[in-house]
């Protein structure tokens, strides 16, 4: 990070951000270009490491990517605010942000789903305890992304 002191270290602050924060953005390799996509996500912190879930159709560029080019690039942004000043180059902005890579994984295991379902529900509505139609489980594509480096800065 070329900016050291904007680093976040502090798992803690970290954490905090990221569940408050709505919406993930990953970004496939795709033959040579970058496909970006936001998602509503849901985590959990497990063994010192983030895993973020989201879901989406069985079908399209976003599942088949998944499948064929798994190693992924996210971001989450927030805490937006203008910082003015009497000149345009003088003008800044205060954020919160964090970036990282990944492998993604397709959950089959209905278990799993169920869980990585409920933490997408906990990030929208602060309830975890949900149930799902065994014929939704099926009919849904539940991602799983294993976080393998993440940094955070703020200024």
């Given at each position: 990070?070329?900016?050291?002191?904007?680093?976040?270290?502090?798992?803690?602050?970290?954490?905090?951000?990221?569940?408050?924060?709505?919406?993930?953005?990953?970004?496939?390799h795709?033959?040579?270009?970058?496909?970006?996509?936001?998602?509503?996500y849901?985590?959990?912190?497990?063994?010192?490491?983030?895993?973020?879930?989201?879901?989406?159709?069985?079908?399209?560029?976003?599942?088949?990517?998944?499948?064929?080019?798994?190693?992924?690039?996210?971001?989450i942004?927030?805490?937006?605010?203008?910082?003015?000043?009497?000149?345009?180059?003088s003008?800044?902005?205060?954020?919160?942000?964090?970036?990282?890579?990944?492998?993604?994984?397709?959950?089959?295991?209905?278990?799993?789903?169920?869980?990585?379902?409920n933490?997408?529900?906990?990030q929208?509505?602060?309830?975890?305890?949900?149930?799902?139609?065994?014929?939704?489980?099926?009919?849904?594509?539940?991602?799983?992304?294993?976080?393998?480096?993440?940094?955070?800065?703020?200024?």
């Open positions: 990070m070329r900016r050291s002191d904007r680093e976040i270290t502090d798992k803690n602050r970290i954490e905090k951000f990221i569940a408050k924060e709505q919406i993930l953005r990953v970004a496939f795709d033959n040579g270009d970058i496909y970006i996509v936001p998602v509503n849901g985590y959990l912190f497990e063994n010192d490491k983030y895993l973020f879930y989201f879901h989406g159709a069985k079908e399209g560029r976003k599942y088949e990517l998944s499948k064929s080019e798994p190693k992924v690039g996210f971001e942004d927030g805490e937006y605010r203008l910082l003015e000043s009497e000149n345009a180059c003008f800044s902005a205060a954020f919160q942000s964090v970036i990282g890579t990944g492998v993604l994984h397709l959950v089959e295991d209905r278990e799993e789903k169920r869980k990585g379902l933490a997408i529900m906990k929208c509505t602060n309830k975890s305890d949900w149930t799902y139609q065994d014929k939704m489980l099926e009919a849904v594509a539940v991602y799983k992304l294993c976080v393998e480096k993440i940094s955070c800065k703020a200024k």
